[in-house]
């Protein structure tokens, strides 16, 4: 029975029409995988050398010890965003002559089989033996990498229920928050010294079982809750996506000014608030935000004069970031109502331009969040507006020409994280626009004149994109028009 | 008011559709009937330009359905979920088309009180998303919005099916309804030959493509039918 149920997952990953769709997508992904996790064991590889480099003179074990809670707490947080629910299939299997709790522990199990299970083992795993096998013996440094390994897979099943409970639920998004305002706040703000509090657990594992003995039992309770959990909520019902309609319902009276295309605009912001993708790419925008507190203040890249170049890159991201992403995918958020577009009198047009309202007004709310820049200095106000202007007014435009190239279909109920669902070569290939598009204009004024003569270039070519709007956007509209009947069908999946 | 020219859809080698000619004039309630795989809604979907044609044209009131889109106003169509906004709230759904066929609120309340019957209290004014509607009220909201904004022309596939038997004689009524106050042209394909004899003066059955009897004699309709169907 259990192997006959792991045949079926398999078939289903093997014949899903993404899997023979995207092959290509799938090789990269894999790729990718391989690779981040050669970091890992890279870095865990190079501990050693890089603690005798930043601390010469510090026990490295308790330097290490000290600093596992806050991996802890950063794995919880890429768990919370790239874990994947497995209660996707249970529709078609529920009402089989199977027990549930076969069902649930085939699911589980099988969540367990992925490669956020190792990264704990591999971050620590050489460590151990380099250093800690030396100084506490094998048993040691087996009982330690253990113990870290029980309390990574105590948070794996912890998320299991935690992400099934509260995603998607304002209190899900407090906890998150609450988890990153404790790393950065004990360590940054020095309000307390979280490390501190956790180390002796860790210490103590090297020389005594008892850690670990007590990491087991937790792991194995934190399974039985999940599972428990998963049981008792196994009903269609129950673990299908309540939404609070209350909180989704909110309409911008303020596109309603702009006719058919604000209406479209609105109702494209109903779409992205009401599908769990969408969302995710919006909660990302702001997140996004924060991306300049890695570059602007970092001294690598303060110039004598003038700014680095590198922060036009920043600036397109920070105000652009939701109309790369989201724009990347342009058709594909509307694959299964494309006919509707298609057949209203002016539709194609307005959709495309009332998404374009929507780029234009997330990208003027990310631009106005990012004004407390000026913080690190007032030319990071000037690198935003000019890199908002280029945004709306010529960036916009190339995404979407991209992103019109082949668009698949693709499932909004599904997360955003690592899912690669309507993503194709255009896709990848939206990158290049992205990085060289704004230099091209910037460099050639930077270097002749100063790098504010870039920036004013690249604003005033912005500007004049905002005034050929119309006729900008037309050519967009006109290519969807002229491939209608290949959209409409492949959107049908009838290729 | 529907002219089809020397129409013809095929896929490669196979020929789907091949319909030399056929008229369809103003006010006039068309059947159109065949088994699975005859053409129906491929017919549905080249006459709403959202499939390509082989060879032949469309043409709505002398436009040619695949060069302009003025005829799109006067259209209204329900084939398939495709045609839904899934995601709204089926009142948030006719408010967007209000506002995308220029009505006012009066004209939108007036035109949902022609439905209130029909929708049996089971689709306005509830805080459910069309997607999570039962299949009958899904097709429910997508009729109501076909016939929305005054059309001369209405298709609808299979349009009794999912609907339980009230609901199918209640729709029956409002078709004749339409037809007698504002001469709405209807197509209707469907498989209940009964429905569609009783609200059809003219129905067209196809077979692999081609138009193989076309019908406009009420009292022999069902009977021809019949033979056909029975093999």
Redesign the interface.
């Known amino acids: 029975m259990f192997f006959t149920l792991i045949r079926l997952e398999f078939l289903k990953s093997v014949r899903s029409t993404s899997f023979a769709k995207s092959l290509l997508t799938n090789i990269f992904m894999g790729f990718l995988i391989l690779l981040l996790l050669s970091y890992v064991v890279g870095l865990g590889l190079l501990l050693q050398v890089i603690l005798d480099k930043v601390a010469p003179d510090q026990d490295h074990i308790a330097l290490v010890n000290s600093f596992l809670i806050y991996f802890f707490l950063t794995e919880f947080l890429y768990r919370y965003f790239i874990q994947k629910l497995p209660v996707v299939e249970l529709e078609s299997l529920l009402h089989l002559p199977i027990g549930k709790s076969r069902i649930i522990q085939l699911l589980l199990t099988r969540s367990f089989i992925s490669p956020l299970s190792i990264i704990a083992i591999l971050l620590v795993g050489p460590f151990a033996i380099q250093v800690v096998a030396e100084t506490y013996g094998a048993m040691g440094a087996l009982m330690w990498v253990s113990t870290i390994a029980l309390t990574s897979w105590t948070l794996h099943w912890f998320m299991l229920w935690f992400k099934q409970r509260f995603e998607d639920s304002l209190i899900g998004l407090a906890v998150i928050f609450l988890v990153l305002v404790l790393g950065a706040g004990s360590s940054y703000m020095g309000w307390f010294n979280l490390g501190e509090i956790m180390k002796p657990v860790f210490d103590y594992a090297m020389v005594s079982p008892l850690p670990w003995i007590g990491m087991l039992a937790v792991m194995i309770l934190s399974y039985f809750l999940c599972y428990r959990f998963y049981v008792s909520n196994a009903y269609l019902e129950d673990l299908s996506e309540e939404e609070d ?1 209350r909180f989704v319902n909110q309409s911008i009276g303020f596109f309603s000014r702009f ?2 295309a604000g ?2 605009a ?2 494209e912001w ?2 992205i608030i ?2 769990k993708k969408s969302r995710t790419f919006l909660i990302m925008t702001a997140f996004f935000l924060l991306y300049g507190m890695i570059f602007y203040d970092n001294p690598a890249y303060t110039t004598e004069d003038g700014f680095s170049a590198l922060f036009i890159f920043v600036g397109v991201f920070i105000t652009g970031i939701f109309m790369i992403q989201y724009g990347q995918l342009f058709l594909s958020w509307n694959s ?5 577009y ?6 194609i047009e ?1 959709l495309v331009r009332g998404k374009y309202l929507l780029f234009l007004a997330i990208s003027l709310i990310c631009f106005l969040a990012s004004v407390p820049y000026v913080y690190f200095g007032w030319h990071f106000l000037l690198i935003h507006l000019a890199t908002f202007l280029f945004n709306v007014g010529i960036l916009i435009h190339l995404i979407t020409y991209l992103a019109l190239w082949k668009p698949k279909p693709m499932d ?1 109920n599904n997360g955003a994280m690592f899912n690669y669902e309507g993503i194709g070569a255009a896709q990848f290939l939206i990158v290049i626009p992205m990085m060289v598009g704004p230099y091209l204009i910037f460099l050639p004024f930077s270097l002749l004149f100063n790098d504010y003569a870039g920036l004013l270039a690249l604003g005033v070519t912005g500007v004049l994109g905002l005034i050929g709007f119309k006729r900008l956007s037309k050519i967009n509209i006109d290519r969807i028009l002229a491939n ?2 290949e959209i ?2 492949s ?2 999946q009838e290729l | 008011m529907i002219q089809i020219s020397q129409l013809k859809k095929q896929y490669k080698e196979a020929v789907v559709l091949d319909v030399p000619a056929l008229e369809i004039s103003r006010g006039e309630c068309f059947g159109l009937v065949g088994n699975n795989g005859a053409g129906k809604t491929t017919l549905f979907r080249i006459i ?5 044609a082989s060879a032949g044209s469309v043409t709505i009131n002398g436009e040619d359905v695949s060069k302009s ?2 005829w ?2 006067r259209t209204g ?1 329900y ?10 709230t089926a009142d ?1 759904y006719f408010e ?1 088309l209000r ?2 066929y220029g009505l006012s609120a009066e004209d939108l309340r007036l035109h949902l009180d022609k439905f209130t019957e029909f929708f049996n209290d089971e689709v306005l004014g509830k ?1 459910k ?1 069309i997607r999570d509607l039962s299949k009958g009220n899904l097709k429910k909201v997508g009729i109501a919005a076909a016939l929305m904004g005054d059309p001369e022309a209405v298709l609808l596939d299979e349009p009794f099916e999912n609907l339980d038997p009230s609901s199918q004689i209640r729709l029956k009524k409002l078709i004749l309804r339409e037809k007698e106050n504002s001469r709405v042209t209807f197509l209707i394909s469907s498989h209940d030959l009964n429905h569609v004899t009783e609200i059809c003066e003219r129905i067209v059955l196809l077979e692999k493509g081609k138009v193989i009897r076309d019908l406009r004699e009420r009292s022999e309709m069902m009977a021809e039918l019949e033979a056909y169907f029975t093999g």
Do not use: P
């Open positions: 309609v006719g058919m209406e479209l609105n109702v109903k779409l009401r599908h299964s109502n494309f006919d509707f298609l057949n209203q009198k002016g539709g307005a909004l209608r009947y409409s069908s959107f049908r | 709403l330009d959202l499939v390509r889109e003025e799109k106003a169509a084939l398939d979920e495709h045609m839904l906004l899934a995601y709204l948030e967007t506002v995308i805080k998303y």
